[in-house]
C-alpha cells in the first residue's frame, strides 16, 4: 500500500482522543503481521486505547540500536468547526489532501508503513523502530505508558525521529508543557457580612495575580533562547470558575493554568515559586479568616521539553537527509521530549505545516508525502 491509501485508511478512523483508537492500532498490527513483522501493544488502564510498537529487525536478526520512527495515532477534534468535505474522508483538491489529521500526524504514520516492505528488503546493519501511541492531544499520555514497557523490555534505540508536522525541516528543540488545575476553597456566607465569610475568588484573584508575576519576571529576566519565537518561558491562566450569587461570598473559585519552559528551566522550579507563594503567604491570610481555608493544586498534563545536540548522531542524519542546516526551535510540545528523557536522542521532523494542524480543512500537500517517503528510504538505506 502506497502512502496515500495508507492515510486514506488512517483518517478514515475517528480517532479523536476521547475516542478509542484500537480499530486503527488493530488494523495496523494486522497489517504488520502479514509482512512478518511483530508488534506489541501498550493499552491505557481502560483497555480502549493502545500504543504500538514494532521492530523491523536487521539484516542479521538484531534488534538493538537503529532508529525509531513515531507518530501519535488520536486527533484534535473537529466539534464546531465548519468543514468544506468531510474531516474522516481523506479527500484530494489542488495537489492537497484533507481530511483531520492529514498534517497532525497520519501523514507520517502513513509514509512510515508505505516504507515498511522495503525497509525490509533493505539489507540494513541496524534496526528501525515503529512507536505508534494513544492520546497525544491531551497531554502526551500514552507515550509514557509505551516508553516504560520499552525500557521495561531492554530495548534501546540510537535515536528518534518524532514526525510531527514541520515541513520536512529539522526542529531541534521544544518546551515542555505543564497544566495545573487550582482550587481555593474559602467559606460562603451572606455578601453583607464579609467577617463571616472567605472568599475564594478574591484569593484565587491573588494567585492569579502571582502567577502572572512570575510568567512577567521569566520574560524580563530570562533565562532566555533567541531561537524560539517566544524566546523565554511562558506562564498563564485560561479558565476560571467561582461562585454562586453576586450576594454571596463564594466558597470555591477554580481555575486552570499553564507554564511552557524552556528545556533548561526546570519545571519544578518555576511550580515551586507557586507554592512557595501560597504555602507562605495566601494560606496564612486566608487561614486567619477561615481555619479550615484551603488551597488544593492537582497536577495535569505534563510534556517535557527537548533539546537535542547538534552532535547527536539522529540530528546529523536528519540534517544530512534533508540538507537542513538551520537551528529551528518550537513552543509547541511533543512526545521528542519523552524520547529523549529515556536516553534515546530524538529530533522532529515530518511532512505538512503545523500551521494546519488543528484548523477546520487541514490538509497536508501531496509533494510533502512524497518528500517524506523520500527521506524515509534513504533513512533505511543509511542505516
Ligand atoms: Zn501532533
Request: hydrophobic share 40%; with cysteine; glycine share 8%.
Amino acid at each position: 500500500m502506497d502512502a496515500r491509501t495508507w492515510l486514506t485508511q488512517l483518517v478514515g478512523f475517528d480517532t479523536t482522543s476521547r475516542n478509542s483508537n484500537l480499530a486503527l492500532i488493530e488494523t495496523v498490527r494486522d497489517w504488520l503481521k502479514r509482512q512478518g513483522v511483530q508488534s506489541w501493544l501498550a493499552h491505557n488502564a481502560d483497555g480502549n486505547k493502545a500504543n504500538l510498537f514494532a521492530t523491523l529487525p536487521a539484516a542479521d536478526g538484531s534488534v538493538q540500536g537503529g532508529v525509531v520512527l513515531s507518530g501519535h495515532t488520536d486527533v484534535v477534534p473537529v466539534d464546531g468547526q465548519v468543514w468544506d468535505t468531510d474531516p474522516f474522508v481523506l479527500t484530494e483538491k489542488d495537489g492537497r489532501l484533507y481530511g483531520r489529521g492529514s498534517a497532525d500526524m497520519k501523514g507520517f504514520i502513513a509514509a512510515s508503513l508505505a516504507l515498511v516492505p522495503e525497509f525490509l528488503a533493505m539489507p540494513r546493519k541496524k534496526p528501525i523502530h515503529l512507536a505508534f501511541s494513544y492520546d497525544e492531544e491531551v497531554g502526551c499520555v500514552g507515550a509514557p505508558v509505551m516508553l516504560a514497557e520499552l525500557q521495561g523490555r531492554g530495548i534501546k534505540a540510537d535515536g528518534c525521529v518524532v514526525g510531527e508536522p514541520t515541513g520536512m525541516q529539522v526542529v531541534v528543540a521544544h518546551k515542555g508543557i505543564n497544566l495545573f488545575t487550582c482550587r481555593v476553597h474559602g467559606k460562603a456566607a451572606h455578601s453583607s457580612l464579609t467577617p463571616d465569610g472567605c472568599n475564594a475568588i478574591e484569593y484565587a484573584a491573588r494567585l492569579i495575580c502571582r502567577i502572572r508575576d512570575i510568567a512577567d519576571a521569566m520574560k524580563a529576566n530570562g533565562p532566555y533562547d533567541k531561537f524560539y519565537d517566544v524566546p523565554f518561558s511562558t506562564m498563564t491562566t485560561n479558565l476560571i470558575k467561582g461562585g454562586i450569587a453576586v450576594n454571596t461570598i463564594p466558597a470555591l473559585c477554580e481555575f486552570g493554568y499553564e507554564f511552557r519552559n524552556l528545556p533548561g528551566m526546570p519545571a519544578d522550579e518555576i511550580q515551586a515559586q507557586v507554592e512557595r507563594y501560597v504555602r507562605e503567604e495566601l494560606l496564612p491570610r486566608m487561614q486567619a479568616e477561615y481555619a479550615d481555608a484551603r488551597i488544593e493544586i492537582e497536577t495535569g498534563a505534563a510534556a517535557p521539553g527537548m533539546d537535542a545536540s547538534e552532535d547527536d548522531a539522529i540530528t546529523q542524519l536528519a540534517r544530512a537527509l534533508t540538507a537542513d542546516r538551520v537551528t529551528r526551535k518550537v513552543a509547541y510540545a511533543t512526545e521528542a521530549g519523552l524520547f529523549h528523557n529515556v536516553g534515546i536522542p530524538t529530533v522532529v521532523c515530518g511532512p505538512g505545516d503545523i500551521k494546519q494542524a488543528h484548523k477546520p480543512n487541514e490538509f497536508i500537500e501531496v509533494s510533502q508525502l512524497a518528500d517524506c517517503e523520500k527521506f524515509l528510504r534513504r533513512l533505511g538505506q543509511s542505516l
